[in-house]
């Protein structure tokens, strides 16, 4: 799908709209469904003072309801984790805003488009490999049952940027981090979609990006967390937006993630009491 005009996420357009007035003030219109999506999922247009770009709007009366969320909220937690992915400093999730559009309240997030070549193989961030060991540049996450009785190793690329994201899914405890949900951009970075299963107060992390469980968090990441921390005290501006996408057992919950990362100093491993890894993994 194409747009007449797109800006980059992060970017000012030449009229000085930002992605995000752009997302939250301008005239929304839907192109199509992406039909292979669990909830509603649509594929528009947002047009402001001269500027379109595509974008993706799911309304909350599209989402399917789960046994473990509360009805009506996956469009929050997705502003939700794109807040914190601004605070933190990484910008790993696209621009992403609560509006009203043609069907209701909603997220709306701006679309990102991968390389053309990215499904040949021009920038592979998993993969199925044979033998026990995952070979240089990759880490192992764990064996998959690839039919007839055989098995190979899944693996992920030893990546700055998906290790970025490993320590943001576990600050956001997301409990459905696939491998379709990575998106690397043509200008290298890195974009990570579909937060809706986020910000349990229980535990759910359930990502395959293992590969760094138990390893010792970066001094980056580090210094993220200490920032985070900070941004998340009672009367922040954070803490304000967040209490109106979140309920407060869920802020205590995300507080209390932060800072028993920044006491083990050590990336998450799997708890053993939830299943570690998303079904399907794509």
Not at 76 to 81: F, L, Y
């Amino acid at each position: 799908m194409s747009a007449p005009e797109r800006i980059p996420p992060r970017g000012v357009t030449p009229r000085s709209v930002t992605p995000h007035e752009l997302l939250a003030k301008g005239e929304l219109t839907v192109r199509g469904r992406i039909a292979e999506a669990s909830n509603a999922v649509l594929y528009c247009t947002v047009e402001y003072a001269g500027v379109s770009a595509a974008c993706v709007y799911k309304p909350v009366a599209g989402e399917r309801p789960l046994w473990d969320f509360p009805d009506g909220t996956l469009a929050q937690r997705e502003v939700a984790a794109y807040e914190l992915s601004e605070a933190m400093g990484w910008g790993l999730v696209p621009p992403t805003v609560l509006r009203d559009g043609p069907y209701g309240q909603g997220m709306c997030q701006m679309w990102i488009d991968a390389p053309e070549d990215a499904e040949e193989g021009g920038e592979r961030l998993l993969a199925l490999v044979e033998g026990a060991e995952p070979g240089p540049g990759w880490k192992a996450v764990g064996l998959a049952d690839v039919g007839g009785d055989r098995t190979a190793l899944l693996v992920h690329a030893d990546d700055e940027r998906l290790r970025r994201l490993a320590v943001l899914d576990a600050v956001i405890n997301n409990g459905d981090r696939k491998g379709g949900h990575l998106l690397p951009a043509a200008d290298g970075r890195l974009y990570a979609i579909d937060h809706g299963v986020t910000f349990n107060a229980d535990d759910k992390l359930r990502t395959l990006l293992w590969g760094w469980a138990g390893e010792p968090l970066t001094e980056e990441a580090l210094e993220a967390l200490r920032r985070l921390s900070a941004n998340l005290a009672d009367g922040s501006p954070l803490a304000g937006r967040l209490a109106e996408l979140l309920t407060a057992g869920e802020i205590a919950a995300l507080r209390d993630r932060v800072a028993d990362l920044l006491r083990t100093g050590r990336h998450r491993e799997p708890s053993g009491q939830w299943p570690a890894i998303p079904w399907p993994p794509v």
